[in-house]
Every structure is written in C-alpha cells, then in structure tokens.
C-alpha cells in the first residue's frame, strides 16, 4: 500500500531474513536453519519485487545476498537489477551478472522456489553450472 507514496525501496536481507526465520544467522546453533536459499525466503524476495515492479519503484537489495555470486543470481533470477555490496563482492558478482541469461535463470529459479522444502542451494548452483556460470 506504501509503494506509491515511495521513491525507492531498500531490501536489507541480513535483518529481513533474520525476522523470516526467527535465528540469529550469527547462532552456530541455529546456522543449519538459516539458508538464504529457502523456498520461503526465496518467495519472499520475489514478492517484494514484483510489487516494486508493479507499481514502477526502484527496488535495490543490500546485505549480504548481494555480495556472494551464488546468492546475488539468485536475485538477479528473482529480477533485482540493483545489489549493493562490500567492495570484495563486486568483480566476482559482476563477472557473474554480464554472463548470465537472465531469461533462463528466472525460469530456473522461480521454478525451484514454488516447492515447500528446506534449502534449494544445490539446485540453483546445479541451475548456474547448466548456464555456464561461475558462482
């Protein structure tokens, strides 16, 4: 209901999955619940951008998605073009982003998060390697 009334909108990934999952990612108890590449957190993620992208608002993710290859095309599959970063991030996700078929991997992925169990991680890396990509 907010969009309109919005400029941008900023995806912090690091708290919003923290909330999603109710774990503290830094728990070492908890680490084997946390998994960014969940089909819950995944379909949370694409929710948020389509109503972005419905309503015409800039939509970019920060956090640390947007710095590991694996995650980061995961988001670009989701349809993010905005990923913000620390600095060691960058030529690895970069590197990623010009070489991927963002068409395939949408179809891929979206594919992948419809299911209801736990971590899709070895799919989407099985889905980036079927698309010549290095994550």
């Known amino acids: 209901a907010l969009l309109p009334m919005t400029d ?6 690091n708290d ?14 908890m680490a084997d619940r946390y998994d960014p590449l969940s089909p819950p957190a995944l379909r949370v993620l694409a929710e948020i951008q ?16 947007a710095g590991r290859p694996l995650e980061a095309f995961t988001l670009v599959a989701l349809g993010y073009e905005r990923l913000s970063m620390p600095p060691a991030g960058i030529g690895p996700v970069k590197q990623m982003v010009l070489s991927c078929d963002r068409e395939a991997a949408h179809r891929g992925v979206t594919a992948l998060i419809r299911g209801t169990g736990g971590s899709v991680r070895n799919e989407i890396e099985t889905l980036a390697r079927k698309l010549y990509l290095s994550v």
């Open 8 to 13: 941008f909108v900023s995806v912090g990934t």
């Open 16 to 29: 919003l999955l923290q909330y999603l999952f109710a774990a503290d990612r830094g728990n070492a108890r």
């Open 50 to 65: 389509k109503a972005c992208a419905d309503t015409g608002t800039p939509v970019s993710v920060c956090g640390e998605m």
